[in-house]
């Protein structure tokens, strides 16, 4: 499993609480994968009015390739242990040869019951049968869910989990997932400009707006 944690952390450890964005795909119960990113930098308001349903059917697509894919690139170049000396040989790891060479260090009976092989499960959903191994996405703000999304993946291939390719594409979703907030960010930045500037309201008041009466404000004086 890949946590990828792109957080300041020297500036969070100063504050006395911290709110993170967390983007995990899950195969039933086990993190596959996993983003978070500072959600301290975001307008309050932006923070509690996600909306990335638009987005989550091209990343659902993506990774039912990604994990159905029939060949990996598990090998991790980490360059030279020791940077300062030019001679010194360069690193790599097998990813998916490091877990199973683990695995069989135990006994032979163990052994099957460690590997990861989940199973693929039939189900009818009104008039559709649908195959594949259940696996999950979900965006959440600390540990509390903003969406969620099911989904199964036929011809799920195990060696994604330890693959480099299931990071890649995890990142590439998060990364779409933060431009989409940071547009609406600067959006929401704008509206409390003009709500400051031509209705004359605190930044503590429009805090205190619910979503409807913030947009209710927003077409009026839009109209005028």
Do not use: H
Not at 112 to 141: A, D, F, H, W
Not at 142 to 158: L, M, Q, T
Not at 162 to 173: A, E, F, G, R, T
């Amino acid at each position: 499993m890949y946590v990828i944690n792109t957080l300041k952390i020297i500036k969070m450890n100063e504050k006395e609480y911290s709110n993170v964005f967390r983007f995990s795909l899950y195969q039933g119960n086990v993190l596959l994968c996993e983003k978070m990113f500072d959600a301290d930098q975001f307008n309050p308001f932006t923070r509690y009015s996600i909306d990335i349903r638009d987005i989550l059917p091209r990343a659902i697509t993506k990774l039912q390739k990604t994990l159905s894919k029939r060949s990996y690139d598990v090998i991790m170049d980490v360059g030279r242990v020791d940077v300062t000396d030019s001679e010194a040989e360069e690193q790599i790891y097998d990813l998916y040869g490091y877990s199973q060479k683990m695995i069989n260090l135990y006994p032979k009976y163990w052994r099957n019951e460690m590997r990861y092989s989940p199973k693929s499960v039939v189900q009818q959903i009104e008039q559709k049968i649908i195959r594949g191994v259940p696996c999950k996405i979900g965006l959440y703000i600390n540990k509390n869910p903003i969406v969620e999304r099911e989904f199964f993946v036929d011809g799920f291939n195990p060696v994604a989990r330890q693959s480099l390719d299931i990071l890649y594409i995890v990142v590439d979703i998060a990364d779409m997932i933060f431009e989409k907030i940071k547009k609406n960010d600067i959006k929401n930045m704008w509206d409390d400009y003009d709500l400051i500037n031509y209705r004359g309201l605190t930044i503590n008041q429009i805090r205190e707006l619910s979503p409807f009466k913030r947009e209710e404000l927003l077409r009026k004086f839009r109209r005028n």
